[in-house]
């Protein structure tokens, strides 16, 4: 089919040249449900890569693995820092039982190694919450505060400098304002900056979070359905902030999506997943015309149906 | 979305809609009525209910034998009081003609009242708090008179420093800690066990005197105790804190029974439930207070006089209070103050931006428990006595409570319940008008019933206030404005 047919130009694709984040063989079990059975992707550095789906086809419980939030049954999920790693150097640090490693290009982290706040920290992957996770008793200039806790302090915990209230510390918190003043002017917040979070309307909640994950400095940013609930004016202007973060700030973007008009619009590369496993791969052109994915999706007679399934089990 | 203000009392659910249309006139006069014969049903029911409860009473005669005495009358006032209030209520609060209460998401009234007074509210009350003894003094007319107003200053500053401490933990992290005495407790047994330690005393002998360890052990065991407790924090934060709301709650608990069971038992250690007593008292940094040549009242030339030691550690409380406060207020403008507030609001959205929320939790812990063991040190040199009596969990309970009715996370809130609740429940001791004859009689103590007044003042304010006296929550940073932040949006952590 067609995911097979393109296997030998497979290897020109973009993701696959220069990929951020490599997911081999994960699976995912809960007793004896299988969430997530074997599903293997590449995120292109620098580019959009949405994960979509049916409900329940196990997309959140992959950004779950991702994040750390989960501890995979088994699969690998190698980050790349400055550039890819080969993939003797990918085996190389899997071998050593450690979590990261130093690459030629620059650092390689096994996210299913590391607990979910270094996910955050250490490999500098930020992510959004389907249900949106503000702080919401804390003002919005706090709420970007907070999100620089890492920046702000030695070691996670304490500043010595602040304890004292020193000039250097002054200047840190300034530069800290200023970057959360910066996401405040992209997501058009900053005469709200000092009301609580849980009094802006739904949609600026979406931008909020997704400013304070960038507030963190991620290499890559996974979010976790940012459109769902949006207005069509709310989602092209989601659709906007997302290409103008990967344009200016050369993040990289991981987002499972519902809304097709998102998805098409900004994605470079989709995966599909269904039931767990993964049924298709590509540009979103390839997608939208892989009859698996229409199948799945618009759904279609038995006789079609079976032979779907006898083509996602070969 | 719209968030109801958690103080309004709009939430209630209103016992029978009316539509606001109808005319009010006929209405009016049946809502009275009604809440008439609802208030003649109750008030026979409570007449029924307390007519065995309270109507008859056996007591011993002078012989020895059981005679049994009606108290009719007091079931009369019971009843009545209750009649009074449901009519009181039915026609007003309870009134179903009453217009619906317009629900808000901004602060009420008290809350921007409050955010308005507040920068006045804070000196206003330091200096009141620094005056406090002199105006003891003069209104109680002399120094040794004023002995018991002092001594009640330093008692409730002493729950104040407390409700303080364990407000870092209970109030900013949302960890529910119900074993907040044992830090307490922590921190006076280590100055009583070192300051009567007899090594350290022969140790200190040898190389700076036989008075020194007397004269220098509660300033050289404040700082030990406060660490001390701290690292008790720490051993029983690290494999608790994974624990969440109600199950940390049970732990905590029993960790604060366990150190008390501890102090019981080790006897050869703490001389078990008897007690550490002759702990040496407090000194003004190495001067006692004596009647002797080199006391305090010889050296600073005033006429010798026991309340100068009272007086003295009036102000040190009120110094440790104070560290307490500017430290926490410090501590909340500092990335782990911030990270503390966050993972009270959302602990899973923490560990997505990085944050290590166990270390997190710890310092927390570790924080809260270190002024508890300070308080320690002080109590044991207040009273200088210590024995497991004075840690029951009892304590946690009124430290938890000043915290939750003063509204988690404000300072000024839990200082006025700390003020309110044990300066409170001490001024009830002085009720002897309830003594009349026709009300209770002459053999009726009134402090016997300070828990049960204390703990309906509990109950009204939750249900008035039920996010505590201060229900609002100060930003710790600002662009343009401080703007107070509704406690209906702040959450209370999951433990």
Known sequence: MAGESASPARESRAWDRNPILKVDHLSMRFGGLVAVNDVSFVAGRGEVTAVIGPNGAGKTTVFNCITGFYKPSTGRLALFHGGPATDAEVDGVTASGLAWGKSEAGALYLLERLPDHKVASWARVARTFQNIRLFSGMTILENLLVAQHMSLTTSGLLNPAAILNLPSW???QKGAVDRALYWLNKIGL???A?????????????????????????VLLCLDEPAAGLNPRESAALNELLLSIRREHQ?????????????MEISDHVVVLEYGSKIADGTPDEVRNDPRVIASYLGVEDEEEAVAVVEAGA | MA?????????VPDPSPVPAEKPRGPERTSAVAGAFKDALVSGLLTALLFLPLVGFRASESSTGSLVLTYRFGLVAIFAGIVMVGRFLLMVTVWNPNRPPRRVSTTPGVMARLGALASPAVKPVFFSFAILYPFLSILLAGGLSPSRYWVDLGIYVLTYVMLGWGLNIVVGLAGLLDLGYVAFYAVGAYTFALLSTSVPINDFFAGTLGDDFWTAWAFWICLPLSGILAAMWGVILGFPVLRLRGDYLAIVTLAFGEIIRLVLINWVSLTNGGAGISSIPPITFFGVPFDSSETGFASIFGLEFNSMHRMFFLYFVILGLAAL????TIRLRKMPVGRAWEALREDEIACRSLGINTTLTKLTAFATGAMFGGFAGAFFAVRIRFVSPESFTFMESAVILAIVVLGGMGSQMGVAGAAILLIGGMELLRNLSFLKADFLFGSDFDPSLYRMLIFGFAMVAVMVWRPRGLVSSRMPTIFLKERKAVSGSLVKEGHG
């Open chain 1, 194 to 218: 000092d009301d609580p979070a849980g009094d802006l309307p739904y949609g600026d909640q979406r931008r909020l979070e997704i400013a304070r994950a960038m507030c963190t400095d991620p």
């Open chain 2, 324 to 327: 307490t406060a500017v430290v």
């Open chain 1, 190 to 192: 900053v005469d709200r």
């Open chain 2, 3 to 11: 968030p109801v203000s958690g103080s309004d009392l709009a939430d």
């Open chain 1, 251 to 263: 993040a990289s973007i991981l987002l499972i999506e519902h809304d097709m008009s998102v998805v």
């Open chain 1, 170 to 172: 002054q200047r840190k």
